[in-house]
């Protein structure tokens, strides 16, 4: 049974920062590509960044530059790393991977 846990959610004032987790079980983990998607209330889910199965690394302009992905193969877990937050960052955050997702979590960036 394959399960996307993702934690580290929360409140932040916006120019702050959080980090986000999702602990991956049930695949090979280190074999597969992991993405980060959010999506905005009345808005439709934007994919945000992938980090291949190597560390090759893709973001959406939107997320460029302030947002970094990664991953630790030993822990089964893929993290995002969100800097500079802006209001508009205000979001529930997902992980996927193949067609697997996980319940999301919810980001809200204060002004």
């Known amino acids: 049974q394959v399960q996307l846990v993702e934690s580290g959610g929360g409140l932040v004032q916006a120019g702050g920062s959080l980090r986000l987790s999702c602990a991956v079980s049930?695949?090979?983990?280190?074999?597969?590509?992991m993405s980060w998607y959010r999506q905005a209330p009345g808005k439709q889910r934007e994919w945000l960044a992938t980090?291949?199965?190597?560390?090759?690394?893709n973001y959406a302009d939107s997320v460029k530059g302030r947002f970094t992905i990664s991953r630790d193969n030993a822990k089964n877990t893929v993290y995002l790393q969100m800097n500079s937050l802006k209001p508009e960052d205000t979001a529930v955050y997902y992980c996927?991977?193949?067609?697997?997702w996980g319940q999301g979590t919810l980001v809200t960036v204060s002004s």
């Open positions: 996927r991977t193949d067609t697997f």
């Open positions: 049930g695949i090979i983990f280190s074999i597969k590509a």
């Open positions: 980090i291949a199965r190597f560390g090759v690394t």
